[in-house]
C-alpha cells in the first residue's frame, strides 16, 4: 500500500535531522537539547502510526517501497520497504528510542549535547538497516550504526568502557567485513545489489554455502551466538541504561533479521543443509547461557547472559524452516526487546539510586519499592514464558517449531524453559525478599516518569499475551511465502556438505 509522503523516508531521516539540529544547538541549554530529542523520537514514533494501520497483512511482498537512483554505473540505489518480517521491528525502534530519551534524562550528566546526536544517530541507523532493499545500503547502514554504538559506550560507560566498547566494535567489525566479501560476491553473480532481484538468482549450492558462511560471521556475531557471544555480556554491563535498552532491543536484533532476509531467502539450499548445524548451536546457546546466569552475581551482566539463552530460541525458530517455528522466532525478536528492554530500565532505575549492580547489596527492596518490585516482576514472570504474557506465545511457537524440525531440539530447548524459571526467580527472591539490607531502606518507590517509561512496555507484554494474533497476523503472509519456497527445495539433491565443500573450493579457484 502506498502513502501520499515517503513514510519510511521519514522515519530514517527525522532522528538524523534532530541530530543535526542538537548538533548546532548550544550546549549548555541542556534541557532545549533533551526536549527536542524527546520531541523527534515521539514524532518518529508518531509516523510509525501509518505504517502499522496502513499496512496490508495479506500482501506478500513489500510494501511502502521507495527507490531512487544512487551510485547508477553500479546500479546501487536507495531503496527501501517493509514487509511482515521487518515491519514491527521498525515500529519497535521508534518506540524503544522514546523510552531511551526519558530514561536518559537526569543520569546523563556530562556531554549530554554529543550523547543526544549519537542516541537519534544510532535510532534512525537502525530504523533504516530494517527498511534498506539494496545490499549495498543495507551494509553502510549496518556499519555506521557501530559508532554511535561505540561512543554511547565508551564515552557514558562504566569504569571498563574502553574494553568494552573497543571488544563490541572488533568483534562486529570483523564479522562484517566477511560479510562484505559475500556482498561482492553475490554483485559478481547477479551484476545488481537490489535485494528482490538477488532473491531471484539461481546460485549453485556451493556458493550458496561459501556465501551463508560468509553472512553468518555478520549476523551470529550481532545475535550473539555461542561461541562468538562474549562481547555482549561486557557491553551490556558497562553501556548507560539506554545503551543497554537499545543493545537489547534492537541491535541483537538485526543478526536474527539478517539470517531471515538473506540466509534464508538467498541461500535456501545452503540453509537446508546447515539447519542442523545451526540448531545446535541454538540449543547449546539456550541451556548455556542460562546456566551461566545462574553463578552471575552483578544483576546486569545475569540479564545480559540471559539474552545469550533467549536469542537461541529466535534461532531455533528461525532455523526449524517452519510456519511455527519462524514465525515464533520473529515474535520472540519483538518479545525479547520488550522483556530485556524493560528489565533493562529496571536495573536502570534503582541503579541511579544505589550506584550498585551486585545482588548482594539489595535483599528486602519490596518493601521500599513495592511498585517498582511489581513491575519488575511483569517483567521476570514474562522473561520465563508464564501463559498471559508475550513471553509464553513466542517461546511455545519457537519450540513447536523446534519439535517439529528435531524432536531432540524441542526438548533440549524446552529444558532452558525451566533453566531460565530458575535464575529469573532465585533473582527476584534474593533481590526483593531474601534478607533486608540497611542500605536501601531509605530509598523511595518510582516516580511518574519512571512509571511512565515502564508502562507502555507492560501494555506490550500483556497485549501480546493475551491477544498474540494482532502481531503474527503481520507476518503470516510473508512467513508462508518464506516457507513454500523452503519447503519446495526440500526434496532437491546434493545439499551434502562435501559435495558442498568440494563446490567452494574450485568457485574460490574461478576467482583467483
Not at 553500479?74 to 530514561?103: F, P, Q
Not at 550473539?224 to 535498552?245: K, N, R, Y
Not at 539474552?307 to 525458530?317: D, E, Q
Request: charged share 10%.
Amino acid at each position: 500500500m502506498k502513502l501520499s509522503y515517503p513514510v519510511l523516508t521519514s522515519l530514517i531521516i527525522f532522528p538524523l535531522i534532530g541530530a543535526i539540529l542538537i548538533f548546532f544547538s548550544n550546549k549548555t541549554k541542556e534541557f532545549i537539547i533533551k526536549l527536542l530529542a524527546l520531541v523527534i523520537t515521539i514524532i518518529t514514533f508518531l509516523l510509525c502510526l501509518p505504517v502499522y494501520f496502513c499496512f496490508d497483512k495479506k500482501h506478500v511482498g513489500m510494501q511502502f517501497v521507495e527507490k531512487v537512483d544512487w551510485i547508477k554505473d553500479w546500479n546501487i540505489s536507495y531503496h527501501v520497504g517493509v514487509d511482515g518480517i521487518s515491519v514491527l521491528m521498525v515500529i519497535l525502534a521508534a518506540l524503544i528510542s522514546v523510552l531511551c530519551v526519558i530514561v536518559s534524562w537526569h543520569s546523563i550528566k556530562h556531554r549530554v549535547k554529543e550523547y543526544y546526536i549519537n542516541l537519534l544517530l544510532t535510532e534512525g541507523l537502525m530504523i533504516g538497516v530494517f527498511c534498506a532493499l539494496d545490499v549495498v545500503l543495507f551494509y553502510f547502514l549496518w556499519e555506521a550504526m557501530l559508532i554511535p554504538m561505540f561512543l554511547i559506550i565508551g564515552v557514558w560507560g562504566g569504569p571498563r568502557r574502553i574494553y568494552s566498547a573497543i571488544k563490541f566494535f572488533l568483534y562486529t567489525l570483523v564479522g562484517s567485513l566477511l560479510m562484505l566479501v559475500g556482498i561482492v560476491v553475490l554483485y559478481r553473480e547477479g551484476s545488481t545489489f537490489n535485494l528482490i532481484d538477488l532473491m531471484n538468482l539461481k546460485l549453485s549450492y556451493g556458493t550458496q554455502l561459501l556465501l551463508f558462511w560468509a553472512f553468518f560471521a555478520a549476523f551470529a556475531v550481532k545475535v550473539p551466538m555461542i561461541i562468538v557471544h562474549t562481547w555482549l555480556p561486557d557491553a551490556h554491563t558497562e553501556a548507560p541504561t539506554a545503551g543497554s535498552v537499545f543493545l537489547a532491543a534492537i541491535l541483537i536484533k538485526m543478526g536474527a533479521y539478517g539470517f531471515l532476509r538473506f540466509s534464508l531467502s538467498l541461500f535456501p539450499d545452503a540453509t537446508i543443509a546447515m539447519a542442523p548445524v545451526m540448531l545446535v548451536l541454538s540449543i547449546i546457546a539456550i541451556v548455556y547461557g542460562g546456566l551461566i546466569c545462574l553463578v552471575q552475581t552483578d544483576i546486569k551482566r545475569l540479564i545480559a547472559y540471559s539474552s545469550v539463552s533467549h536469542m537461541g530460541f529466535v534461532t531455533l525458530g528461525i532455523f526449524s524452516l517452519n510456519t511455527y517455528g519462524i514465525e515464533g522466532g520473529i515474535l520472540q525478536m519483538i518479545n525479547h526487546g520488550v522483556i530485556t528492554g524493560g528489565l533493562f530500565l529496571c536495573i536502570g532505575i534503582v541503579y541511579e539510586r544505589t550506584h550498585s549492580r551486585i545482588i548482594s547489596d539489595y535483599g528486602g527492596l519490596a518493601n521500599v519499592m513495592p511498585v517498582y518490585a511489581a513491575f519488575f516482576l511483569i517483567f521476570t514472570l514474562a522473561s520465563i514464558g508464564l501463559p498471559g504474557t508475550n513471553g509464553f506465545i513466542g517461546e511455545f511457537l519457537s519450540i513447536l517449531g523446534g519439535f517439529k524440525a528435531s524432536t531432540f531440539a524441542g526438548v533440549i530447548a524446552a529444558t532452558g524453559i525451566i533453566i531460565g524459571a530458575v535464575y529469573m526467580l532465585w533473582l527476584y527472591q534474593r533481590v526483593f525478599f531474601m534478607g533486608k539490607n540497611e542500605k536501601i531502606s531509605a530509598l523511595v518507590d518510582i516516580n511518574a516518569t519512571e512509571i511512565v517509561t515502564l508502562l507502555p512496555l507492560i501494555i506490550i507484554v500483556l497485549w501480546i499475551g493475551f491477544f498474540p494474533n494482532s502481531f503474527l497476523s503481520f507476518m503470516d503472509a510473508t512467513v508462508n511465502d518464506l516457507v513454500d519456497k523452503l519447503q519446495k527445495r526440500v526434496g532437491s539433491n546434493g545439499f551434502d556438505s562435501l559435495k558442498g565443500t568440494t563446490e567452494i573450493f574450485a568457485y574460490i579457484k574461478s576467482l583467483v
